[in-house]
């Protein structure tokens, strides 16, 4: 059966141009040699990333894949013949090696170098409350990182030994091999299977790291998180991520702040929801609460009148603002409590009330009569 080139690129079948172009950019860099060495699996992958992209990239190829499920017509695809089957079963390219090199570097064949390399990038999550937003807070966390192995120091050697020049490569960490074409002769380089691409070799591994010089650690570090950060927010600690090759700088390590639900504050940003719930005298008549706001006891005045879900602002009462100074508000959303039972004297009160709502009395206001009832 024929491979289905945009399910390995992962890619619709419309896509255009440019997303092909990134998909194969992508699935190159992840499967190529250099990132995985002896890794026989991914080298298939990269060949076949390869093979997808070479059809895919040709509008005249595409177009015939596309109709007859090869990349060469109708017929192709039998008889052991893949989508090179044209070419004696050889990459027009000459060899993958080839489509990367015009991608990242190799100028159209010759040896790229294995220069130092930048390290990966981490990521490590951390929970924290709403005071911890609020007024930051330094958290340890832990990361499973390479590090420098102990027992040779880094050099990958036993007992720590330092590596010698590759006698294969001498040094360059690639190999060339020319290949005849139907378009001509192609060189191509690709990592040397002695040294995997690094250059140098020992004569024997350290027995800890095998030879690789890193080992996989847990490094506890004490982040800093500052005031105002909210749920999804991260923060970039320079150089706490996995170490670079060759002598490369290390990466980042991002640390992603999930904030936890608060059990009597909403959160918006940098404002602040809070429920302040009332009797119905309280609300006719107006009262002055204590609110225990984030960082300490608030003053509210609720005045006469208030509605049911009335909303009432107090400013610079909320979060800090993460970028620039000053704080948001605090909203306090008014709740209206009606008692479920009454005592005798609070049914007559009532009752009392009903009464003067019914008298015509409504020139002196519902509030006024809320008063005159409760004296």
């Not at 999804?232 to 090759?245: Q, W």
């Not at 993460?322 to 609070?346: F, M």
Request: proline content about 6%; overall charge neutral; some cysteine.
């Amino acid at each position: 059966m024929a491979k289905d080139y945009y399910e390995v690129l992962g890619v619709e079948r419309g896509a255009s141009e440019e997303e092909i172009k990134k998909a194969f950019r992508r699935l190159a860099r992840q499967y190529h040699p250099d990132m995985n060495p002896g890794d026989k699996e991914a080298e298939e992958k990269f060949k076949e990333i390869g093979e997808a992209y070479s059809v895919l990239s040709d509008p005249e190829k595409r177009g015939r894949y596309d109709q007859f499920g090869s990349a060469e017509g109708p017929g192709a695809g039998f008889g052991g013949q893949g989508p090179f089957g044209g070419f004696g079963g050889q990459s027009p390219f000459g060899d993958i090696g080839d489509i990367f090199d015009a991608f990242f570097g190799g100028g159209g064949g010759g040896a790229r170098r294995t220069g130092p390399a930048r390290g990966e990038d981490l990521r490590a999550d951390v929970e924290l409350t709403l005071e911890d937003c609020f007024h930051g807070v330094e958290k340890e966390i832990r990361v499973q990182r390479q590090e420098v192995c102990e027992a040779c120091h880094g050099t990958g050697g036993k007992g720590g030994q330092a590596p010698t020049r590759c006698s294969r490569c001498g040094g360059s960490g690639q190999v060339q091999q020319a290949r005849d074409t139907a378009f001509g002769r192609f060189v191509t380089s690709r990592p040397c299977p002695q040294c995997h691409g690094a250059g140098q070799t020992v004569a024997e591994p350290c027995p800890v790291c095998h030879g690789s010089g890193r080992q996989r650690k847990v490094a506890a570090l004490k982040v800093r998180i500052p005031p105002g950060v909210s749920d999804g927010a991260r923060v970039r600690i320079s150089g706490e991520g996995e170490p670079g090759l060759r002598g490369g700088p290390p990466g980042d390590l991002y640390v992603f702040v999930r904030e936890r639900p608060h059990e009597r504050f909403a959160r918006q940003e940098s404002e602040l929801h809070v429920d302040l719930a009332l009797g119905y005298p309280e609300a006719a008549l107006g009262a002055e609460y204590d609110l225990q706001g984030i960082d300490g006891q608030i003053k509210v005045k609720v005045p006469e009148g208030t509605q049911p879900g009335q909303e009432i602002r107090l400013r610079g009462r909320g979060m800090p603002h993460l970028r620039g100074g000053g704080r948001g508000d605090l909203i306090v959303h008014v709740v209206v409590q009606v008692p479920r039972r009454l005592s005798g004297e609070e049914r007559e009160l009532l009752q009392r009330l009903r009464e003067l709502n019914k008298g015509g009395e409504h020139d002196r206001g519902f509030f006024g009569r809320v008063r005159d009832a409760f004296r």
